[in-house]
């Protein structure tokens, strides 16, 4: 059982890690992007994720979100460093590609069974990726169930 101890706390310590999204700070990634939309928590991708998108960041997503070398490495190595690991579940699609989108993780899915298609597609809402619309205070990193609330 002494032996056990630390092993369980350590246990504690990281399913009490798993669910927060708490935006670490970082100078740089909230320059760099934010300005097209939130800042998107890094603990919901996968390291691969973060890497492939920020080594193809010409062709974000149908836009040009290119950033200097020594920026995209910095904000590169940051994502890296927070990600999700596998706690993201699958995550690479059927080519075997790792996954861009959050809202493509099997994470994403679970966290929101309860919302319809058609619910994500309202004109209040448009996308699943649009976390603001029903997460108020996503921008600040907070997911908490208090802080939802889905426009009509
Ligand atoms: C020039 C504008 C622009 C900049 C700058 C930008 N993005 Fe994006 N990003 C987009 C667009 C457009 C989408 C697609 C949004 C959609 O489908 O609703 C997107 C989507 C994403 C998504 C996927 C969201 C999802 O789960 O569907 C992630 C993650 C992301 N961006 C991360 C970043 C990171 C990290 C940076 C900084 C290196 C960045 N973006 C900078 C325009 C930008
Ligand atoms: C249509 C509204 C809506 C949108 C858009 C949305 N969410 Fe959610 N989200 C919810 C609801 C509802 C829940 C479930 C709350 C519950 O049942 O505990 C939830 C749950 C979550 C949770 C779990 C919180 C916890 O305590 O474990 C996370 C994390 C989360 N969302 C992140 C995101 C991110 C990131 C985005 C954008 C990429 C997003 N959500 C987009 C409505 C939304």
């Known amino acids: 059982m002494k032996k056990l101890l630390p092993a369980m706390l350590l246990l504690v310590a990281l399913s009490a890690q798993a669910d927060n999204y708490r935006l670490p700070k970082n100078a740089a990634f909230e320059e760099e992007c934010t ?7 890094p603990q919901m991708l996968h390291a691969d994720s973060w890497r492939a998108m920020m ?6 997503f149908g836009t040009d979100a290119s950033l200097d070398e020594k920026r ?4 590169a190595d940051f994502l890296v ?14 080519a075997g590609k790792p996954l861009l989108r959050i809202t493509e993780t099997d994470r994403f899915d679970k966290k929101h069974r309860e919302i319809n298609a058609a619910t994500f597609k309202r004109a209040s809402i448009k996308s699943p990726a649009n976390c603001t619309a029903c997460h108020a205070q996503a921008a600040a ?3 908490n169930e208090r802080s939802i609330i889905i426009p009509k």
């Open 55 to 60: 080594n193809d960041l010409s062709k974000h």
């Open 72 to 75: 995209r490495v910095a904000i």
């Open 81 to 94: 460093a927070n990600s999700g690991g596998r706690k993201t579940g699958t995550t690479r699609d059927a």
């Open 35 to 41: 300005s097209c939309h939130m800042a998107f928590p």
């Open 141 to 143: 990193g907070d997911y």
